[in-house]
């Protein structure tokens, strides 16, 4: 392959939409109010460079006051019955719904991201709340009867009490989405971190939902991960923590978590391979990796991100996903119903996806389309295909976490999935073929939280999401989650 000439541009917007932005404060038993610290950070449009907002930088007294809210809900929220929460849980649903044009717009304007995956993104969190306020009146536990002679054991499945929570930048109200749901179904109280980039719709949420939850169940603070993440991970009042973020933020909070023996549930990096055997349909495969390639502008940990592709089809497959790439539409919030890709989330981060492609090229890999900044404000990068990656190579296992898919090659199944298993991550991965028994045994042999088979990145509520390996562990979604944020109590009476 040759490099494209073609230099796409960023699709403006004529008139940018005007969020509707959250109080300013910290969120602690049911009302915004005054950080203890008069520091702030500032709150960018990533696609325009404009600052929205400030948001207190907050601190240790800040995490404390929200603990001690959360601690003095839990035994309310716990004594509720599942159908009371459930109940709760179905009118913040109700509520983002109504709501959900000021959410979009509020979170495309936090995040660059273009309509289609901001409305996505509103969408499943309304479903997400909705499944769990079913499954918390569905959660059950192992039946009583006698397992020794003359005592009959009950299992009660019981909140594991306050859940500290951290959420990412790349979908801010849709994890803070997949925690709350879950951790307030499960009958816990909660503190929350959103990301400092990225707190606005999640303070929004907050406002908007205030007079249905009761005061102190739901608490959000907001500041850097080293002052309110870390005190989060070490509070001695704070039974579980649970973080969706990188490998590096998982391990510092699965450490400080250490000293006061809490519970962890991590959801962490990914680099999903994209296995794509000789009889695969090679245009439904290209047009699959350009969806989940390069969705949320590739900032996603379940990313369609580095493509092994056989060796006999590889040439035309190649070609089919350059075409596909190179018609991608690249816009800012508001720009247009059809705009496929935004911005990235930070100025630091476009630097960091710049950087990797650099690094390619120094390493004399191909950039098949794209591979450059685009001009104009905003941090936005074209989207990228990079060839003739040798096995071993970097690219394979590093995650960039934007719009950059590598592709290599393999000759055998044998070597397709051990290459593709040759990476720390072992969160998500996917099979294209039409050859019925491969497709039943290729994901048997992968070792990835999720394996799709002729898909890629499609998610049910229903269904559990988590990794293994440095991906993490515990699982969101499904049944799973509550279990997760749960604990289960043996009673055992003797009846002899």
Known sequence: MTTTETVPTVRRAETTPTPSLPPFGQFIGGAFVASTTGATVDVENPATQEVLMQVPAGSVEDVDAAVAAAVAAKADWAAKTPKDRSAILLRIADIIEANREVLETLEAANTGKPAAVAEDDISSAID??????????????????????????????????????????????????????????????????????????????????????????????????????????????????AITG??????????????????????????????????????????????????????????ACRVLVHESVADRFTELLVREVSQITVGAPGAGDDVEMGSMISGAHYKRVLAALEDARAEGLTIAVGGNALEG????????????????????????????????????????????????????????????????????????????????????????????????YGRDLSTYALEDFSRTKHVMYNHG
């Open 128 to 241: 997400t709340f909705r499944f769990s306020a079913g499954a918390a009146r569905a959660f059950t536990a192992p039946g009583a009867g006698d397992y020794a002679e003359n005592h009959t054991s009950v299992i009660l499945r019981e909140p594991v009490g306050v859940v500290g929570v951290i959420t990412p930048w790349n979908y801010p109200l849709l994890m803070a989405a997949w925690k709350i749901a879950p951790v307030l179904a499960a009958g816990n109280t909660m503190v929350l971190k959103p990301s400092e980039q990225t707190p606005l719709s999640t303070l929004k949420l907050a406002e908007l939902i205030a007079s249905e939850v009761p005061a102190g169940v739901l608490n959000i603070v907001t500041g850097p991960g080293q002052v309110v993440g870390n005190r989060i991970s070490e509070h001695p009042d704070i039974d579980l923590v």
């Open 246 to 303: 990188s490998v590096g933020s998982g391990q510092k909070v699965a450490a400080s978590a250490a000293g006061t023996v809490k519970r962890v549930h991590l959801e962490l990096g990914g680099k999903a391979p994209v296995v794509i055997f000789e009889d695969a349909d090679l245009q439904a495969a290209a047009e699959g990796v350009r969806s989940a390639g390069f969705w949320n502008g590739g900032q996603e940990c379940g990313s």
């Open 377 to 472: 404000p905003g941090y936005f990068i074209e989207p990228t295909v990079v060839t003739g990656v040798p096995a071993g190579a970097p690219i394979t296992s590093t995650e960039i976490f934007g719009p950059v898919v590598s592709v290599e090659t393999f000759r055998t199944d044998e070597e397709a999935i051990t290459r593709a298993n040759e990476t720390p991550y072992g969160l998500a991965a996917s099979v294209w073929t039409t050859n019925a028994a491969r497709s039943l045994s290729a994901p048997r042999r992968l070792d990835f939280g999720t394996v799709w088979v002729n898909s890629h990145l499609v998610i049910a509520n229903e269904m559990p999401w988590g990794g293994f390996k440095g991906s993490g």
